[in-house]
């Protein structure tokens, strides 16, 4: 009869308490994982490959960011470019279920050099896309979660384009999962189809250092200061501040509705001990009259706790993650298209389990203090 | 030092009751020779119960000193106490408190996983000690699959597993009937005469009193030698042959 054997028989005694404290956790492991898989996701997308020395040009008042397209040839001859690239956004659903996808137009002659995480992209798909003119590289997190397959077609319903839904052909895929999440199309495609050949959104321009960027920004600046249009200039890794100080108020409220949680599953688990606690008081008292020091009835009432923490918290990372994996596959009677943006990564299981059994041992602790001082007059007759 | 197995000498105990102490043992003096046989008998409130928690070792007197097995526990820290009791002492409940969740051999089984013990030495004793009180065809049964006469034989032979100095028994037969309780009883009889163990019995059934060798009464914290005049004060209607 081992400590283990013991722990595991005590959480097995009161079987409908154990299923119902380990459901609460499951239930609030699975939106604790959820939450975390959104915040993961805005954490990545703007934390990436964030540079000094890549510099954006954007519109200075107008959002989303729209200016001239006559700018660009001067930009790109300021002293200290050496390189540079135009975006277009194009957005759209992707099937009739609703399905979003973001897409950017651009040069395909440097886009592996003007974009951080493509330096692996195949040069070959760079002369596909040159060869075929409506042709795309998708993000691979698009094509699982559209079952699409390198060759066939698609076709996007714009949301910000009205009246121009565009047709692509899949080139290749993106490497590594920076742009899982967008694919790329030739910005002459765009431009034709869309009939939108005066403006870009936004330029970018590869500069050789971090002073060199300084110079470059103030001059275009100032190059387009007397004009209707007049531009902002600011280092890659500004734009990413900026960005996330807009989203680090969503991150604070996921991490907020977080923290509630799991404040709750301490509660709710915390309650379940000490219901337990309570009713084996004269149990503990013969544990310590038969001559078990009170850290064993310590480590007993936190052993179950953590046991039961850790089974709810796995079964419930477990449960959210085999979701979005049937969702992503369509194995699902219902898709959700929420859970395709925010994908479960396989690290959640390994938190789900760790929160679950650290919600365990923080919950138990009270109730485990109280149990190891417990009296061992409990165990005696009342009388005399 | 004393060649009792208890020895206690002038013991005093006060609790605190809000701010005010009560003190519940006046001075009690009590000796066991080995192989003793005594019966604590008082009525409730007497300070008998306080009297076998400091004699387990499981309670410290406000003055006086404890000395069980040559040891004195009384002088003894929580921790050292509790070591010493797990290999001296041996307890039978009125409840018989088993572990609910673990078989009759895993209940007898428990003091002995203190001890660094090899397995097929710790299987042994647990068998002899079933075999001794006659539970060996059930030793795969929980505490609830047993009869209240069969958990309490378990919980005799949790006490009997260390073989203890002393084995303390509190009201053994206070929750059986007088069928039961007659077999309980004489199966105490038997750990002590064929055993020769020492037990100190805490009751207040009259006829499990009646079994012991010796009689102690409690009354008010003073603690007297009785005898069958005692028995018939403490018990009228038993007296009457009741």
Redesign the interface.
């Known amino acids: ?1 081992k400590f283990l054997t ?1 722990l595991l ?2 959480v ?2 009161n079987k409908i308490r154990t299923v119902l404290t380990a459901l609460a956790v499951v239930v609030l492991v699975a939106i604790y994982t959820l939450a975390s898989a959104v915040t993961d996701t805005i954490n990545h997308l703007v934390g990436s490959h964030a540079s000094q020395s890549r510099l954006m040009v954007l519109e200075k008042w107008v959002v989303p960011s729209q200016f001239p397209i006559r700018y660009v040839p001067k930009i790109a001859d300021v002293d200290g470019v050496a390189d540079w690239t135009v975006w277009h956004f194009y957005a759209g659903l992707l099937d009739d279920a609703g399905t979003r996808g973001a897409g950017i137009a651009t040069r395909m002659e440097n886009l592996r050099e003007m974009h951080p995480g493509l330096e692996e992209l195949d040069p070959r798909l760079i002369k596909a896309m040159q060869r075929e003119r409506t042709g795309a590289l998708v993000g691979q997190r698009i094509l699982d979660q559209m079952n699409w397959q390198v060759g066939q077609r698609f076709r996007v319903m714009s949301f910000t384009h009205l009246n121009k839904d565009l047709e692509f052909k899949i080139v290749g895929t993106l490497p590594g999962d920076v742009w899982a999440h967008n694919f790329f199309f030739r910005d002459d495609y765009y431009q034709e189809a869309c009939d939108d050949k005066d403006n870009v959104a936004i330029m970018w321009l590869q500069v050789a250092d971090e002073q060199n960027g300084k110079r470059v920004a103030a001059e275009v600046e100032q190059m387009f200061a007397n004009s209707p249009a007049k531009v902002r200039v600011e280092t890659e890794s500004a734009g990413v501040a900026r960005f996330a100080g807009r989203t680090n108020t969503i991150v604070s409220i996921i991490n907020f509705v977080v923290a509630v949680l799991l404040i709750d599953m301490v509660i709710v688990l915390a309650n379940s001990i000490n219901m337990t606690v309570r009713e084996r008081r ?2 503990m ?2 544990f ?6 009170p850290s064993f009835i310590l480590a007993m009432v936190i052993g179950e706790a953590v046991l039961i923490g850790a089974l709810g918290g796995i079964i419930g990372a477990g449960t959210t993650y085999g979701i979005s994996l049937l969702n992503a596959a369509d194995q699902l009677p219902v898709r959700m298209s929420f859970l395709l943006q925010f994908p479960i990564p396989a690290k959640f299981l390994l938190h789900g389990l760790v929160v679950g059994a650290s919600v365990g041992l923080i919950g138990s602790a009270i109730p485990a203090a109280h149990a190891q001082r417990v009296g ?2 409990e ?3 009342r ?2 | 030092m004393t060649d009792a197995i208890v020895h206690v000498e002038s013991v005093y105990k006060e609790y605190l009751t809000g701010s005010e102490p009560v003190r519940v043992l006046h001075g009690v003096d009590l000796e066991m020779a080995a192989g003793d046989y005594v019966s604590l008998i ?1 009525p ?6 306080t009297l ?2 400091l004699i ?1 070792g ?2 410290r007197p406000t003055s006086g000193r404890i000395i069980i097995a040559g040891e004195a526990i009384s002088e003894m820290d929580e ?1 050292s106490v ?2 010493w ?3 001296h002492i041996g ?1 039978i ?3 018989y ?1 088993l ?4 078989t009759a051999y ?1 209940n007898v ?3 002995l ?2 001890f660094d013990m090899p397995a097929a030495k710790r299987r042994k004793q647990v068998n002899i000690a079933l075999d001794l009180v006659n539970l060996d065809h059930r030793v795969k049964h929980r505490p609830g699959q047993l009869s209240g006469g069969e958990q309490q034989r378990v919980g005799i032979a949790r006490a009997l597993v260390t073989d203890p100095a002393l084995i303390v028994a ?2 053994p037969t ?1 929750d059986l009937d007088g069928h039961t309780s007659e077999e309980i009883l004489d199966l105490l009889q038997a750990v002590h005469e064929t055993l020769g163990k020492t037990i100190l019995l ?1 009751t ?1 059934d009259p006829r499990a009193a009646s079994r012991a060798q010796r009689l102690v009464h ?1 009354d008010s914290g003073v603690l007297v030698e009785g005898n069958a005049e005692s028995l018939r004060e403490a018990f009228p209607g038993w007296a009457n042959g009741h």
């Open positions: 009869m013991l028989r005590n097995g005694r004269s149990e008292a013969i310590k009259i038969l001559g078990f020091q061992v007059a165990a005696f007759s009388v005399g | 008082g409730s409130g007497s300070g008998k119960s076998l928690n387990a499981l309670d921790a509790a070591r009791r797990s290999a307890f409940f009125q409840f408190h572990i609910p969740v673990l895993e089984e428990l003091p996983l203190l509190d009201e206070g805490v207040h409690m």
